[in-house]
């Protein structure tokens, strides 16, 4: 009887290492694009050429018709001054290159964000590192 259960355990213990493995690490993948994975959409460079700022998309938006998040990068000859999540409400469409609007200027840089289902965003990067919303 015992080498009978044995062998069982054995069949058991493969099914989970060659089926069940897999499958957590799957899904641990599809969570990790979905929720974290960060791409940069755009860059925008500053008249001077000393600053850069990165519009990023923050894994997908949420289903069907939910929102996006994004983040904003500011950087000084790539060192990151500051940076700011969002939320854009775009009838669940991405963060892409056509939902901001860049405006430089002496001190500080100012982008608007637009989605179909809010009102437009103004967020305010300064070159000392504060940002204003």
């Given at each position: 009887m015992m080498p009978i259960m044995k062998k069982?355990?054995?069949v058991i213990l493969y099914f989970i290492c060659f089926v069940g493995v897999p499958v957590i690490i799957l899904g641990l993948c599809i969570?990790?694009?979905t929720n974290y994975k960060k791409v940069t959409v755009d860059t925008t460079n500053a008249p001077d050429g000393q600053y850069k700022l990165l519009l990023q998309s923050v894994g997908e938006p949420d289903w069907p018709f939910g929102s996006a998040s994004g983040r904003l990068i500011l950087k000084k000859n790539?060192?990151?001054i500051s940076q700011t999540g969002f939320e854009l409400r775009n009838?669940?469409?991405s963060v892409n290159d056509s939902c901001w609007?860049?405006?430089w200027?002496?001190?500080y840089v100012e982008v608007i964000l637009s989605g179909k289902e809010q009102p437009d965003e103004r967020i305010t990067l300064?070159?000392?590192g504060s940002v204003d919303r």
């Amino acid at each position: 009887m015992m080498p009978i259960m044995k062998k069982c355990l054995k069949v058991i213990l493969y099914f989970i290492c060659f089926v069940g493995v897999p499958v957590i690490i799957l899904g641990l993948c599809i969570s990790y694009i979905t929720n974290y994975k960060k791409v940069t959409v755009d860059t925008t460079n500053a008249p001077d050429g000393q600053y850069k700022l990165l519009l990023q998309s923050v894994g997908e938006p949420d289903w069907p018709f939910g929102s996006a998040s994004g983040r904003l990068i500011l950087k000084k000859n790539e060192d990151t001054i500051s940076q700011t999540g969002f939320e854009l409400r775009n009838d669940g469409g991405s963060v892409n290159d056509s939902c901001w609007k860049v405006t430089w200027y002496e001190t500080y840089v100012e982008v608007i964000l637009s989605g179909k289902e809010q009102p437009d965003e103004r967020i305010t990067l300064c070159f000392d590192g504060s940002v204003d919303r």
